[in-house]
């Protein structure tokens, strides 16, 4: 009994540092976390993209069973899922201070990567015309344009813009799972409806129809035709629809009650993801793809960047629960290789939970996980004190809200 009481005041005492030292941060400091975190991550794909040296450069590593053409697919994942995650960070105003200046040069960069990207004479042409997997990347892609249209689409030369929806459009030929990648197609629809493209009206309602279908209730979609417990409801269904679906209600052709019930489902969800934050920042890791790491959370992240967190769960509580989540992640170098690039596994090289489908290119879905970088460093995501989570609170005997389901 007597090394038990030992043990339990060392594990005390070790809690207790370590929530002192999180108090210790103010929101600008979380915001260096975050940004050096996603500059980390980031920077080898659009540096190496805008010199013309991704596909020379950027490794190949994947698992035994992996099934797909490598070559063919694992460039435009790492493109899409990379600038999917950084576009709203990217579309804040130039600054002279040094996240600001790290931010033009990023921006900067991706632009001749995007130009890059498309043009059939550069070593680092993507081809969006063979194989399914593209039909998932091309809307990451899209995502991004949408998230950050002024900053990333805009200012794109015609002859780049001509070149990336004839490469959107070229996706057509071609369908993939019966599952989550219906939103895919959607979602790179919608981005040609939004600016004023022909667009396939059928690949945009079936997506929204088997969506609303899918719905199991208290914010969870089935995954396909049958529930699958992992973070794809967040990876993807939550925020490609509700995207897609203001594209829609903005050109009239959804109602608007419709985005609103997506919103709502989607607000829900984050609740969800912010009680699985622990009172150390460390989340459960299971189900399919959880090499996409932070990526679990972009639901939270963009709830919080549409400023639509309720009223119970504070901007700050969700900034300080994923702050310890990216520090737990990318602080050390357990996920980077040598060279900076990200390497296959949860928290660590650990190839063996790698999926079949999962390379290099892949991983960068973590990004998504930093959308609320889009609110500017004034905001009170940022400015306002250390605020426990949820799990903290409950693990060190502070009120909280009790959970509860919905029924829309």
């Not at 993507?126 to 249209?149: G, H, K, N, T």
């Amino acid at each position: 009994m007597k090394y038990k009481s030992l043990f339990a005041l060392l594990l005390f005492f070790q809690f207790a540092t370590a929530q002192n030292k999180i108090k210790s941060n103010t929101g600008l400091e979380d915001r260096e976390v975050w940004v050096k975190s996603l500059y980390k991550i980031s920077y080898p794909v659009i540096h190496n993209l805008a010199k013309e040296t991704l596909k020379k450069n950027m490794p190949l590593a994947h698992n035994p069973d992996y099934g797909l053409n490598l070559t063919k697919v694992t460039y435009l994942e790492a493109l899409g899922r990379t600038i999917a995650g950084v576009a709203p960070w990217l579309a804040l105003p130039d600054d002279d201070t040094k996240e600001g200046k790290m931010r033009k040069q990023m921006r900067l960069e991706l632009l001749k990567g995007l130009a890059n990207s498309v043009n059939p004479a550069s070593p680092d042409y993507i081809s969006y015309r063979e194989e399914s997997q593209p039909i998932v990347d091309a809307a990451y892609v899209a995502q991004a344009f949408l998230r950050a249209p002024k900053a990333l689409w805009e200012p794109l030369d015609d002859l780049t813009k001509k070149r990336f929806i004839e490469e959107f459009k070229s996706l057509r030929t071609r369908t993939g799972a019966y599952n989550n990648w219906l939103l895919f197609a959607g979602l790179t629809e919608g981005f040609l409806l939004s600016i004023g493209e022909q667009y396939d009206p059928a690949r945009v309602q079936f997506a929204i129809n088997k969506m609303k279908e899918w719905y199991v209730g208290d914010s969870w979609y089935s995954d396909g035709e049958k529930f699958s417990m992992d973070y794809y409801n967040s990876y993807v269904i939550h925020t490609m629809l509700v995207d897609l679906l203001k594209i829609l209600v903005d050109k009239k052709r959804a109602p608007e009650s419709d985005y609103d019930l997506a919103v709502k489902r989607m607000v829900r969800q984050s609740e969800f993801l912010e009680r699985m934050i622990s009172p150390e920042g460390t989340y459960p890791a299971f189900g399919r793809s959880i090499t996409y790491r932070t990526a679990a959370f972009q639901v939270l992240a963009q709830t919080a960047l549409m400023e639509k967190l309720p009223e119970f769960i504070k901007p700050a509580q969700v900034r300080c629960a994923l702050t310890k989540v990216i520090q737990n992640m990318y602080d050390g170098n357990q996920n980077f290789d040598g060279k900076g690039w990200l390497v296959l596994g949860f928290n660590g090289h650990q190839p063996m939970v790698a999926d079949s489908y999962t390379s290099t290119g892949s991983l960068y879905m973590a990004t998504l996980g930093f959308l609320t970088l889009g609110l500017p460093a004034d905001h009170q995501f940022w400015t306002d004190p250390f605020t426990p989570w949820t799990s903290l609170k409950a693990w060190t005997g502070e009120p909280l809200k009790k959970d509860y389901k919905v029924e829309y």
